[in-house]
T-cell receptor, first 115, second 114 residues
C-alpha cells in the first residue's frame, strides 16, 4: 500500500519569495513515481512536475522544482519567486511503477501568496 | 493545445436517479482514468482504461460502471445515486509512449445529488 503525507494544511508566503511544500511518502515498491498537482479554487487539477524513483537528478519545470530525497522518502515541491496566481491547493501524489495510472494523493496544502 | 474535455461541467440529480459523465481525452492519449473528489477531500482513484480495456480498478462502487469506446472517449455511469456521491469527478488521460508520467486532468464534473 502507498501513503502520502502532507503535514502543512495551510501555508502563507510573500509574493516573490520562495516556498517549500512538504511531502513524505511510504511505499514498498522499488519503482514509483511522484507527482505534484495544483488545484485553484475553480477546481481543475493542473499537473506541475514528475519525479521517477530512479531519476538521480531533481526534476525542474520553470519555477517549480522537486527536492527528492529518496532515503528520507520525501518529495518536497519548491516554488521560486511566488506569484499571486500561485495561491491554490497543492497535492502531492504517487503511483507504483512510475506511471500515472493509479495515483494516491495526499491531503493537500493550501498555499496563499500575500501581496 | 487541446485538453481533456469533460461534460457536463455541472450536474444536479435526485437520489436514486442515474447519471452519465463523459470524458474526451487529449488526442492520441489512449489511457483514461477516473477520480472522485469529495468536498474537502483528496481525489480517490476509481478506475482506468488502456486501449479500451479496463486496466486498474480502485474504490469504485458496484453502482458505478465505466467504459472506454473505440474513439477513446470514456463514460462513467452512476446508478441509484446517493447523497454521498456528491463530488467533483475528474477524468485524466495520459500517453503511454511518454511512460504515462504525465496525467492531464479535465476540469471535472461537479455532481450534486439532492
Amino acid at each position: 500500500a502507498q501513503k502520502i503525507t502532507q503535514t502543512q494544511p495551510g501555508m502563507f508566503v510573500q509574493e516573490k519569495e520562495a516556498v517549500t511544500l512538504d511531502c513524505t511518502y511510504d511505499t514498498s515498491d522499488q519503482s514509483y513515481g511522484l507527482f505534484w498537482y495544483k488545484q485553484p479554487s475553480s477546481g481543475e487539477m493542473i499537473f506541475l512536475i514528475y519525479q521517477g524513483s530512479y531519476d538521480e537528478q531533481n526534476a525542474t519545470e520553470g519555477r517549480y522544482s522537486l527536492n527528492f530525497q529518496k532515503a528520507r522518502k520525501s518529495a518536497n515541491l519548491v516554488i521560486s519567486a511566488s506569484q499571486l496566481g500561485d495561491s491554490a491547493m497543492y497535492f502531492c501524489a504517487m503511483s507504483a511503477s512510475g506511471s500515472a495510472r493509479q495515483l494516491t494523493f495526499g491531503s493537500g496544502t493550501q498555499l496563499t501568496v500575500l501581496p | 493545445a487541446a485538453g481533456v474535455i469533460q461534460s457536463p461541467r455541472h450536474l444536479i440529480k435526485e437520489k436514486r436517479e442515474t447519471a452519465t459523465l463523459k470524458c474526451y481525452p487529449i488526442p492520441r492519449h489512449d489511457t483514461v482514468y477516473w477520480y472522485q473528489q469529495g468536498p474537502g477531500q483528496d481525489p480517490q482513484f476509481l478506475i482506468s482504461f488502456y486501449e479500451k480495456m479496463q486496466s486498474d480498478k480502485g474504490s469504485i462502487p458496484d453502482r458505478f460502471s465505466a467504459q472506454q469506446f473505440s474513439d477513446y472517449h470514456s463514460e462513467l455511469n452512476m446508478s441509484s445515486l446517493e447523497l454521498g456521491d456528491s463530488a467533483l469527478y475528474f477524468c485524466a488521460s495520459s500517453y503511454p509512449y511518454r511512460g504515462d508520467t504525465e496525467a492531464f486532468f479535465g476540469q471535472g464534473t461537479r455532481l450534486t445529488v439532492v
